[in-house]
C-alpha cells in the first residue's frame, strides 16, 4: 500500500505545480499585453511628422548631367556627355532613362536629348 500513498502524493505535488505554473503564465501574460493608451496620447503620437533632410548644396551628377543638356538647344548625345562628365556609358544611360522618365528631358532624335522647358 505505500506504493498507492507514494503515488497519490505524487499526484497531488503534480497538482500544485500545475496550479502555481498556470499562474505565472496568467501573470506573465498580463505582464506581456501592451497597456493601453488613451486616444489622445495616439494623436498626438500620429501628428507627429518627420521633416525632410535640409538639402546639402552638392551637386549630384544628374544634375550634371541635366546641366549640359540644358545648356544646349540642338541636343546632347551620350557621347559629347561621356567627355564632358568623365562618367561611362552605364551611368550616362542610366541618368538619361530616369531623367527622361522623369520628364525633365526629351529625345529630338534617337541619341539626342535636350532639356524639357
Not at 85 to 114: M, P
Amino acid at each position: 500500500m505505500t506504493l498507492t500513498k507514494d503515488l497519490q502524493a505524487i499526484s497531488k505535488e503534480l497538482g500544485k505545480l500545475v496550479k502555481q505554473t498556470e499562474k505565472l503564465a496568467a501573470a506573465l501574460g498580463k505582464a506581456g499585453k501592451p497597456k493601453a493608451t488613451s486616444t489622445k496620447t495616439m494623436t498626438k503620437a500620429k501628428a507627429v511628422t518627420k521633416r525632410a533632410p535640409a538639402k546639402t548644396g552638392k551637386i549630384t551628377d544628374t544634375d550634371k548631367v541635366l546641366a549640359i543638356i540644358k545648356r544646349s538647344k540642338k541636343g546632347v548625345d551620350t557621347a559629347a556627355l561621356m567627355n564632358k562628365t568623365g562618367f561611362d556609358q552605364k551611368k550616362v544611360r542610366n541618368i538619361l532613362h530616369r531623367t527622361y522618365k522623369q520628364g525633365k528631358i526629351t529625345r529630338v532624335e534617337k541619341g539626342s536629348y535636350v532639356g524639357v522647358k
